[in-house]
């Protein structure tokens, strides 16, 4: 019984390496398909990603929430102090 068991792993080895190397090929095919699709949908003119939320009007309430406005800079959604 010890004996087949070995065979058969021994046997399996080889054909995870196969499956292995079709999963990564796989893989690189939807990578390539995905890429080509999201760059067609630019040329249309269609942007992905979630919709932004913070309009100009949600920003000046925000900043008028601030003691002291002056005192931070807005740099890609971060607040910074800035010496003012």
């Known amino acids: 019984m010890r ?3 070995t065979y058969f792993e021994a046997a399996a080895r080889p054909r995870r390496g196969q499956f292995a190397a079709l ?3 796989i893989r690189e095919l939807i990578v390539i398909g995905t890429n080509e699709g999201l760059a067609a949908a630019r040329a249309r003119g269609r942007v992905g990603g979630r919709p932004s939320v913070a309009t100009e009007e949600v920003i000046k309430a925000a900043r008028d929430l601030l003691p002291d406005p002056a005192l931070f800079s807005y740099s890609y959604g971060q607040r910074t102090c800035s010496a003012a």
């Open 3 to 5: 004996g087949s068991r």
């Open 23 to 25: 999963a990564e090929f």
